[in-house]
């Protein structure tokens, strides 16, 4: 079998099947690799058509499904295609087995495709050239008829042509496949795998299948073209209420005592990407602790449905592994220029958590970036959404207003500057423009404060306890005399022996107590710690 095609990322490789007495022996060897960007890709596979290849095995096309970090698939699904079989070819006279070999090129190169089989110096009058079954060629575009291509959403299909050429004289085929759909991938595994994401291009999305045999030469037109329709790029369905969470991407920060199959003792803050289009619900997870995933990251881990506003998932075969009820209680727009923002509650039945969601990937890596450590206070602000009492005894309800705030955290070992000093100091700094803060408005909803990360000597946690007044989080009050307006800070206290270690990433986390998580924001920070000496 002889295999050519060519794509962003271009592989040679050679193949060799030879025959042995108990069966055949398949060897690959990788040689190199060199990174390029290709507008088609071609893949050149040589096969022999026997009299087999006339009967009914008919191709097969359908959809793969894979898992990635942070989804996990339950059971196996049944694979939906069949993979072209690799074989031990046979000449027309059925004499001696000729051993099959693959090239790998670059399908602009100048590099010229051969085969395997013995030069022949005169090719016959007679031999027919292959010809395209055109049954199989139609049940073939019946299947692509059934793919959709929709913008940023994931594809991953599965095109076995296998049959589509017959040749009268039982010839050695060469075939060769030409692709071009912006965004998408083309990938030999036996059959093609399609896969990638769509996206808008003024060229046509174009897959040729062509074939020749070897009494007809290599030029160009001793080949046969059985060209296909690709799917068109589809828009999202529009819906009259189209809900807000729909046919977008959007992140969120999560955190875990888990993290890339490593345990800790604190909990790290991490992100998280959804997108729910066309009914189906799509997830990644991030595998650093410092950006968002991709969207080809992104994996299909159940379907959706609208019930009024609420969108349910249902998803049974991923981490999550039940329904997901996801609530918008605010909208709005970033006064920071950061794009469009939801405070939303996602509940499972058991727990419940309100997360803030951007679509702007790099408005939400900005929170797992926080530049700290090398001058006192020094942090990053960021909008956070607190309720507001009525009053000091009122019960707080499902209907709430809520009042727009800046939040903000620091690392400083302020040993650096003053020996006196015997500890590290952070402060979660809460501020309005059109408020005073008051401690007991703040310390109503939450249960705790916590940082974490690695130290010089041990791992550093640190929480806010406020010892005098009996209360999990240490709360002060100070005035911005800029604005004359009362802040309020959330102290965390550090050992002596605890050292933060340049480079090194330290995650926050302020959790709301259980009552109150289905309406307050479990706010999480990375920080990244920079020591003011280098």
């Not at 398949?26 to 890709?41: A, G, I, L, R």
Request: charged share 25%.
């Amino acid at each position: 079998m002889a295999v050519r095609f060519s794509l962003s990322s271009i592989y040679w490789v050679s193949f060799a099947i030879i025959s042995l007495t108990s069966g055949c022996f398949f060897y690959m060897d990788p040689t190199s690799s060199t990174e390029k960007k290709q507008t088609t890709n071609t893949i050149k596979n040589e096969e022999n058509h026997t009299d087999k290849t006339k009967t009914t095995n008919w191709p097969m096309i359908g959809q793969m499904h894979s898992s990635s970090d942070g989804i996990i698939t339950k059971k196996k699904e049944q694979q939906t295609s069949i993979l072209l079989p690799i074989a031990i070819s046979t000449n027309k006279n059925n004499e001696a087995e000729v051993p099959l070999a693959s090239f790998l090129s670059d399908a602009h190169s100048s590099i010229a495709f051969s085969t395997p089989l013995e030069n022949k110096q005169f090719f016959s009058q007679k031999n027919q050239k292959p010809e395209i079954n055109k049954n199989i060629q139609q049940r073939l575009q019946e299947h692509l008829n059934h793919w959709e291509f929709t913008e940023s959403t994931p594809v991953n299909y599965v095109f076995n042509f296998h049959g589509l050429f017959i040749d009268a004289e039982s010839d050695f085929i060469t075939t060769r496949v030409t692709f071009f759909s912006e965004g998408l991938r083309l990938k030999n595994r036996g059959a093609l795998l399609i896969t990638g994401i769509p996206k808008p291009s003024e060229q046509p999305s174009t897959l040729i299948i062509s074939a020749r045999d070897e009494q007809h030469g290599d030029n160009e037109d001793a080949w046969v073209h059985a060209s296909f329709d690709l799917p068109t790029l589809g828009d999202a369905p529009i819906t009259e209420k189209k809900h807000p969470l729909l046919d977008q991407i959007w992140y969120r920060l999560e955190s875990s005592y888990l993290f890339l199959d490593e345990g800790f003792e604190y909990e790290t803050v991490y992100c998280e990407a959804f997108k729910f289009i066309n009914d189906q619900a799509y997830y990644a997870k991030s595998t650093t602790k410092q950006t968002c995933p991709d969207d080809a990251q992104l994996q299909q881990i159940g379907t959706y449905h609208l019930e009024g506003q609420t969108l349910v998932v249902i998803s049974n075969r991923s981490v999550f592994d039940t329904n997901l009820i996801w609530d918008i209680k605010h909208s709005y727009l970033s006064t920071k220029g950061k794009g469009e923002s939801h405070l939303a509650t996602v509940s499972s039945g058991k727990h419940v958590e309100t997360y803030t969601l951007l679509k702007d990937k790099t408005a939400m890596e900005s929170r797992l970036n926080i530049t700290t450590g090398q001058e006192q206070y020094q942090m990053e602000k960021f909008e956070y959404l607190l309720p507001v009492r009525n009053s000091q005894d009122a019960t707080i309800q499902n209907k709430y207003t809520y009042l727009p705030v800046t939040a903000g955290i620091y690392i400083f070992d302020n040993r650096k500057i003053d020996s006196l000093y015997y500890q590290s100091d952070s402060d979660l700094n809460i501020n309005s423009q059109t408020h005073d803060m008051r401690c007991e408005d703040i310390t109503y909803f939450y249960q705790s404060s916590t940082m974490g990360g690695p130290g010089e000597f041990s791992e550093i946690i640190s929480t806010s306890l406020d010892d005098r007044n009996g209360s999990p989080i240490e709360c002060e009050m100070r005035t911005d005399t800029s604005i004359n307006k009362t802040f309020v800070y959330l102290d965390l206290d550090y050992d002596d022996y605890h050292e933060f270690v340049e480079g090194e990433v330290y995650s926050y986390v302020l959790k709301p107590k259980p009552e109150y998580a289905h309406m307050v924001e479990e706010l999480k920070l990375n920080l990244i710690y920079h020591d003011p000496n280098k």
